[in-house]
């Protein structure tokens, strides 16, 4: 395996990474950024979540800034405020020992406008992004993309899920056409082939781990079979077994998040739900409480649980199957991160276990019955 000096990394990140105790490069790591931090490039990555795609993309992109030119040169969008906030969080502890300052701002609805134009008005090099806070900005002249030379387009499958497609769209329009397009991806949907198709060379350079395969290898898969009536019982039953182990329950709806949120809250069960009627202040306190784990399971539906980028998660339990194939993805990769292992239980009723088999086949996983 290589060190990150090995692979290019220059000598003034590696005491911050040190200190983030980020020791060696995952397979990611170790593929992309060689071809990142050599050349200018369009570059399509595809991994599951948790394998280490922020430093993978965020230190090439701190090579190629040019601390002395006061002007926005790389541009993240991400789907959610979690993600950004992460991801600029990252970036900027990755440049804490550097002497040259590269200047990051994130940018995310749910937060007043105004304060995040006034941010925009000082010197800022690198932007992370919601898309349609982006737009936002752009419109209102507090944000300039013509200097841009790399757009990064993380987590792309969840960002075109979340009904992203045309801000996307957008945003790229008003990049330079000079600027290269690194994209980012768990999966390959057919609205992501149209993205590359349109906005990157066809010589693109890309990575692809673990091929055929979009989810997490250290992820096991189980279902066990229930009916509607008996399920929540199965649900408690299977807490009551999961000792200290923290986890996340994935629901359809709005309405179903909040009923079994509050259906476990009277049994005892230390819960928190999160769901997208919720204010973003509610919101933020829950993720807080789940982060700081004085909550120990989250109930969230698919959207809402986008950006939920917790370590240590043992479990993560399916209320209901996800209505789309990369939905399982992107649920089950909430466990099993960085190299730890962790399960994915669906609770069934007797006519989904065709879905199951469609599942297996479809992301090449093998489900195993509790009975």
Sequence with gaps: MSTFLELGVDKKYMEALKELNIKSPTEIQEL??????????DFIGLAQTGTGKTAAFGLPILHHINPELGAIQTLVLSPTRELVQQIKKQLFRYTKYTEDKIFIEAVYGGEKIDKQMSNLSRTTHVVVATPGRLIDLIERGSI????????????ADEMLSMGFKQDI???????????????FSATMPEEIRGIIKKYMTSDAER???????????????????????????????????????RGIIFCRTKAGTRNLCEQLLEDGFSVGALEGDMQQKERDKVMRAFKNQTIQ????????????????????????????????????????RAGKTGVSIAFIIPNEVEKIKEIQEALGIQFKEIK
Excluded at 171 to 182: E, G
Excluded at 299 to 324: C, M, W, Y
């Design 32 to 41: 992309t950024i060689p071809i990142l931090l050599k050349k200018p490039t």
């Design 144 to 155: 300039n993309l013509k200097q841009v030379n790399t757009v990064v387009l993380d987590e």
């Design 169 to 183: 769209n957008t945003v790229l329009r008003y990049c330079a056409k000079t600027s290269k397009t690194w994209l």
């Design 207 to 245: 990575v692809e781990i673990t091929k055929n395969r979009a989810v997490n290898e250290n992820i096991t898969h189980r279902y066990i079979k229930t009916t509607i009536k008996e399920k929540y019982n199965d649900i408690v039953g299977f807490l009551e077994g999961a000792d200290d182990a």
């Design 297 to 336: 399971v989250m109930i969230s539906t698919d959207v809402s649980a986008r950006g939920i980028d917790v370590q240590n998660l043992g479990f993560v339990l399916h209320h209901q199957l996800p209505e789309k194939m990369e939905y399982y993805t992107h649920r089950s990769g909430r466990t099993a």
